[in-house]
Nanobody, 116 residues
Framework: QVQLVESGGGLVQPGGSLRLSCAAS????????MGWYRQAPGKGREFVAA???????NYADSVKGRFTISGDSFKNTVNLQMNTLRPEDTAVYYC??????????WGKGTLVTVSS
């Protein structure tokens, strides 16, 4: 059974930093892409960032220059370094793993709260 487990969420002041991590277990194959989505209170889930098995990265415009994604397709791990956090970054962050056969797996989410 494939499981994605996120860690690293928490409460941080505006301008601060957090690092999210996600590890997939129960799967032996490298990922096609792995990334992060988020859902703020009262809003839909939105794309944040992703990294491909080849190392290409993609970011939402709202986080470009502030967030950095890294990962290892063989270890099925992904990290998200979040700097210069803003109150509007407050959300539940979900890890996503996209397989070469088109299957998507999701973590249960980790809460990030940016507040003074």
């Amino acid at each position: 059974q494939v499981q994605l487990v996120e860690s690293g969420g928490g409460l941080v002041q505006p301008g601060g930093s957090l690092r999210l991590s996600c590890a997939a277990s129960g799967i032996a194959f490298r990922f096609n892409s792995m990334g992060w989505y988020r859902q703020a209170p009262g809003k839909g889930r939105e794309f944040v960032a992703a990294i491909s098995s080849g190392g290409s990265t993609n970011y939402a415009d709202s986080v470009k220059g502030r967030f950095t994604i890294s990962g290892d397709s063989f270890k099925n791990t992904v990290n998200l370094q979040m700097n210069t956090l803003r109150p509007e970054d407050t959300a539940v962050y979900y890890c996503n793993r996209h397989s070469f056969d088109g299957t998507d797996y999701w973590g249960k989410g980790t809460l990030v709260t940016v507040s003074s």
